[in-house]
T-cell receptor, first 113, second 110 residues
């Protein structure tokens, strides 16, 4: 069974631009969570989707948004990029929303210049 | 005070040593996860547990719900175990969103 895939793996953007990151979960998994990892803040929860509905959102500004499609694939969007958005963005998929092991993708490393 | 605290932050061991990493949390949880992150970023889920003890190969994870404490043990450590080990909890009131500890950098020398 293929693992969680994320595209692109690396991305360089300029301040003020917007970016869209994609996550394809393991086949059969309906829950996708997104996390941001930075050296200063560590790993932080962004949001979680289950069956195309956002179930949870972390403490991030409205510039961060996401969605999930009917095939469970998910995208996250960051608008008006700031230098501080430079981070590793990880998504994880699981069978369901609560009490299931989460399987992480390799991440997208975003650099904002 | 962080909701999830790990100790130690850094750990250096010699190959073959028994290693323990500790995790304490301050909130009610539905599950606790132990994760491993290698250089380059990839995260692997090692354990998810809500009570008792789990074992997988040389790795053992325990949790004491009453004391809000979990430990990850590595027996007969090997240089390939060198990685960052992260404790994360699913809070009872927050569904499956994970709250993470800061991680423990483990280096095992040959």
């Amino acid at each position: 069974k293929a693992g969680v895939t994320q595209t692109p793996r690396y991305l360089i953007k300029t301040r003020g631009q917007q970016v869209t990151l994609s996550c394809s979960p393991i086949s059969g998994h309906r829950s996708v969570s997104w996390y941001q990892q930075t050296p200063g803040q560590g790993l932080q929860f962004l949001f979680e989707y289950f069956s195309e509905t956002q179930r949870n959102k972390g403490n991030f500004p409205g510039r961060f948004s996401g969605r999930q499609f009917s095939n469970s694939r998910s995208e996250m969007n960051v608008s008006t990029l700031e230098l501080g958005d430079s981070a590793l963005y990880l998504c994880a998929s699981s069978l369901g929303p609560v009490g299931y092991e989460q399987y992480f993708g390799p991440g997208t490393r975003l650099t904002v210049t | 005070k962080n909701e999830v605290e790990q100790s130690p932050q850094n750990l250096t061991a010699q190959e073959g040593e028994f290693i323990t990493i500790n995790c304490s949390y301050s909130v009610g949880i539905s599950a606790l996860h132990w994760l491993q992150q290698h250089p380059g970023g990839g995260i692997v889920s090692l354990f998810m547990l809500s009570s008792g003890k789990k074992k997988h190969g040389r790795l053992i994870a325990t949790i004491n719900i009453q004391e809000k404490h979990s430990s990850l043990h590595i027996t007969a450590s090997h240089p390939r175990d060198s990685a960052v080990y992260i404790c994360a909890v699913e809070e009872e009131t927050s569904g499956s969103r994970l709250t993470f500890g800061e991680g423990t950098q483990l280096t095992v020398n040959p």
